[in-house]
């Protein structure tokens, strides 16, 4: 089967299964690329097109979904769609929260949809949708818990997060967009309308780029007192705009020590990075 | 006697207010010498070459005076009305109401250019957690907490969707900080594919029927909120009048444009274009003296097209700009190294095209506000860009980077490479910050090394 790659939580693997192709989220980490380092492109963003340029070399056949959430992958979308338009697709999804722009995201779903069976050569079968992915939340067990928050962060970078913790007795939590998914979406294919109920599900998804954004404020909150949080690191790529004005606000929401960290699209944290963590950690404890 | 074009610096202004004063200039209520807005905090004015008309006097006097004239308007018992991000169309929808004054808060992005940074926008703005990995236009936020600069609108309204990540992110904290904002959404335009119903749109662009009608409805919110806050519903009449207008301003400014941009000499400096281009947006806050002042340009242009005077020498490069600078000194820059404007897309060209009076007045803005070139693809952009570059002949661009701004990073990308494709024309782009005295000396390089490019290729 076909691979749909994508890095956007706003795009349903259930529906590219549905649709007859395998959905394979990506959050990919830069190469020691030259090109990715151009100043004032976002590091995720650049490091997502290089991951792409290596699977186009490689002669994998796939296709690519990009999303609107935020200008940087809006503006990279054009590079490649101007060299392969029949396999590259931008999922518009709206920032604003109306009936309208839901209305409008149902839209932009049926479109994602043609243009995903016009290369399954299938419909949509609602009985082929993968298994929902539970948040994966960080045992109970260590003595401090330090939420992540940010955009979507390769695992790599995750690993080197919980093993600089656990040097603290400490474990972290992602609440970062890897985890952004809908409570549940199990069993579409008993819905009546599984298409409106998968819509709405991913539609009502917190976001900091949505506009206005309280409830992703308001959902990091709940998800930081369930789980007893002491301090929130925020990962911030270089040159992404929608992360760099978090702080003030996490720090007023949830009153509690905010760690901001900038990663340069690297698969590892720098050394700068973790001396700075390190510092956090003492503060925490 | 000084009766010939120049550009002259504002300590020679002095003189000049003088001379027109003896020789019987009539100014209008916000009249007066340049320098009072100088001595008032407007220090940059020290170091740029304005021309030497009573019409770009009037073009200063409307712009400096804006802040003033808008406390005027509340103390009148208007409303204002904090229009963002959209560059063009919510003004054109609050002109339908009498009672409604409508400015871009996001033009507060050149106070701290023109005050040299001695007002403390900026470290306000970090302190506010906007710091300057954000662009200019972050003083904006500033401006609100201080209000020390325009007043505080009694509502904003903001695009959101396909817009500028920095602004987004800028307007999302002043609702933080305690100032309403009412959101509306204008999505990523894109070509309608085979099956879609195909809708033309200003700028001969195109996109999808179902986008139009989304944006329309959008609009249509818009105008819901401008009724509740005038308090009285939206006349039809007075729309499509507000639509009028904006067209007559638009056509002024149309041949105020072609004039200059084709004229030989050069009738009009750079940076005076730049001002009178603005006013495009929202009128300066005030539509009868925008018009007044540009009919005043356009006359003073005619007439020295007529006498064949002009400001440049006749052989200055012809350089199309890209992007607004945020150092308006830049602008003087161009020409002191031998270029001289042939052209802008300053990132609002779909406010200087005319909006179709033959259709429904929602309809109408809502192909105008999709037709916005930072909505769409990158490519569209430099489309109109090559179209326009060949309509005034231009030579060469530059492409602004404005620091910190995320569209930047991929305009080189996209529009150097297709406008080298399209039309081989030299292509530089430069950084210019909201200061470039510290820059100057390598602007200026990376500038004269344009010109002289251009100058070699002339004879080749």
């Known amino acids: 089967m076909t691979n749909v790659y994508y890095t956007s939580a706003f795009v349903p693997p259930e529906l590219i299964a549905a649709c007859g192709l395998t959905p394979h989220r990506l959050a990919p980490a830069a190469n020691a690329d030259a090109d990715s380092r151009r100043e004032g492109v976002c590091s995720f963003a650049a490091a997502w097109l290089a991951a792409l340029e290596r699977k186009q070399a490689s002669g994998e056949f796939f296709l690519s979904v990009f999303s609107s959430a935020c200008d940087q992958m809006r503006r990279s979308f054009d590079l490649p769609a101007a060299h392969d338009p029949d396999r590259t697709f931008l999922l518009n999804i709206p920032a604003t929260t109306t009936e309208h722009a839901f209305a409008y995201y149902k839209q932009e779903l049926n479109r994602l949809a043609e243009f995903l069976c016009g290369v399954s050569g299938q419909s949509p079968d609602w009985t082929r949708i993968p298994r929902c992915t539970e948040p994966q939340y960080a045992s109970d067990s260590a003595r401090i818990q330090i939420a992540v928050t940010g955009e979507s962060t390769p695992h790599s970078i995750l690993t080197a997060l919980r093993s600089a913790a656990a040097r603290f007795d400490a474990s972290v939590l992602d609440l970062t967009e890897n985890t952004v998914v809908p409570e549940t ?16 599900a991913y539609f009502e998804l917190p976001a900091i780029w949505k506009r206005p954004n309280e409830y992703f404020y308001q959902n990091l909150a709940r998800n930081a007192h369930d789980h007893r949080v002491s301090g929130v690191i925020v990962l911030r790529h270089s040159f992404c705009d929608l992360w760099r004005t978090a702080k003030p606000e996490i720090t007023r929401q949830l009153a509690l020590p905010v760690l901001e960290l900038d990663l340069d699209g690297g698969s590892t944290l720098s050394q700068w990075a973790l001396s700075r963590l390190e510092a956090f950690m003492e503060t925490v404890q | 006697m000084m009766s010939q074009p120049a550009q002259i610096t504002l300590s020679q202004w002095h003189d000049r207010y003088a001379q027109l004063r003896q020789n019987g200039l009539s100014e ?14 407007d220090t940059r004015l020290h170091h740029l070459r304005f021309d030497n008309s009573a019409a770009a006097l009037a073009l200063w006097n409307l712009l400096l005076t804006e802040n003033d004239r808008l406390h005027q308007l509340r103390s009148q018992g208007k409303k204002l009305i904090g229009a963002m991000k959209d560059l063009g169309t919510v003004p054109v929808l609050a002109g339908a109401f009498t009672d409604l004054a409508t400015f871009y808060p996001d033009g507060a992005w050149w106070t701290p250019c023109l005050m040299e940074q001695n007002e403390g926008l900026f470290e306000l703005a970090s302190q506010l957690g906007l710091d300057d990995t954000l662009c200019p236009v ?3 936020a500033a401006a609100f907490v201080n209000a020390e600069h325009f007043p505080v609108p009694d509502l904003s309204i903001c695009s959101a969707g396909a817009v500028c990540d920095d602004f987004s992110a800028i307007a ?9 904002v009412r959101w ?8 309608p594919s085979a099956n879609e119903t195909p809708v033309t749109l200003p700028g001969d662009l195109v996109a999808p029927a179902s986008q139009v009608a989304f944006v329309r409805a959008e609009l249509g919110r818009v105008m819901t909120i401008l009724e509740q806050t005038a308090g009285a519903p939206v006349d039809p009449q007075a729309l499509h009048d507000s639509i009028s207008r904006a067209n007559r301003f638009r056509r002024l400014l149309h041949e105020l444009r072609t004039s200059v941009y084709t004229a030989d000499p050069c009738p009009l400096g750079a940076l005076e274009m730049l001002v009178a281009e603005m006013l495009a947006l929202h009128y300066c806050s005030d539509y009868d003296e925008a018009v007044f002042v540009i009919e005043g340009l356009l006359a003073e242009v005619r007439t020295r097209i007529q006498n064949r005077t002009g400001l440049l020498a006749p052989d200055a490069a012809r350089v199309f700009w890209v992007n607004p600078a945020a150092d308006l000194q830049a602008m003087n820059l161009l020409e002191q190294s031998g270029g001289r404007l042939c052209g802008t897309e300053f990132l609002f060209s779909h406010a200087l ?10 309809e109408a803005l809502a192909r105008t506000a999709l037709a916005d070139p930072m909505v769409g693809p990158a490519f569209d952009r430099a489309q109109r860009i090559c179209r326009d570059a060949v309509r005034f002949a231009a030579e060469g661009v530059v492409i602004a980077r ?24 030299p292509v530089i782009e430069i950084e210019i910050p909201t200061l470039c005295d510290s820059a100057d000396p390598s602007i200026r390089t990376r500038l004269e090394a344009l010109v002289e490019n251009i100058k070699q290729r002339r004879h080749t």
């Open chain 2, 138 to 140: 972050r003083a904006m």
């Open chain 2, 28 to 41: 209008r209520f916000y009249g007066g010498p340049l320098s009072r807005h100088a001595n008032h905090g």
């Open chain 2, 402 to 425: 404005i620091g910190g701004a995320s569209h930047c990073a991929f305009d080189m990308q996209c529009i150097a490479v297709h406008v080298g494709a399209t039309l081989a024309l």
């Open chain 1, 185 to 200: 979406v199990t069993d579409l294919s008993l819905s009546a309308d599984p298409f409106d109920r998968l819509a709405l």
């Open chain 2, 184 to 191: 509306w959404e204008i999505p990523r335009r894109r070509r």
């Open chain 2, 353 to 362: 095209d005319p909006i179709a009076e033959d259709l429904d007045p929602l």
């Open chain 2, 172 to 180: 999302q904290r002043l609702v933080q900080l305690g100032f309403p």
